[in-house]
């Protein structure tokens, strides 16, 4: 893990405009094969959670998992990592909105669109779907959150909403909640439940 970190911050560093030797060393001394670029940390929390549960280890796999810290990062990750690059494979996870962003990042860097898995509005909307606003309610107030989520539901911007828009909102209103909660509800999951663009992310590496 401690080597991981430190070639995620080798890249994060080469991305910033340093050099990128560092990051390329370790990439070999690792046997990093393919980089998974993701939008942010509540991505990532999902991904590793989901990995560990079905036993697997993607370091050892040659897998790097990348949080880019937005989804308008993608074009340079994309060139420094894939073909242009590092030469790595390339898959990624991204909202709806944001796939745009992803299509030309992946094409500009000439790795496959197909190895880009959609969440039709975000991935907590994915994963509310998948377990039901009851259930993830449930995980709320096990969490000790519920007096926030109450708070919550009574401001006048969200009162009208449907449930599973509100839930959404929620897990994005405070800071690393969203984080704390990706790895929550990937958790409670079942086989079967699992969103079909983070399941068929985890199949494709």
Partial sequence: MTQTRAFLDAVGDWASGGPGGPA????????????????GLSDLAAVETLAAQQGRDLPAEGVCVVPMGGAMSVGRYAALLGPPGLGLRLAGLCDERERGFFDRGFARARAPHGDVFVCAADLEDEMVRALGTARVEEIVRGEGDLRAWQTFLHQPAHRDRPRSQQLRRFLG?????????????????????????????????
Avoid: C, F, M
């Avoid at 439940?193 to 992310?201: K, S």
């Fill in 173 to 205: 209103t405070k800071k690393g909640r969203k984080i704390r909660y990706g790895h929550l509800l990937v958790e409670a999951l079942g086989p079967e439940q699992v969103p079909a663009p983070l399941d068929n992310l985890l199949r494709s590496l």
């Fill in 24 to 39: 390329s060393d370790r990439a070999l001394r690792l046997g990093v094969r393919t980089a998974v670029l993701l939008e």
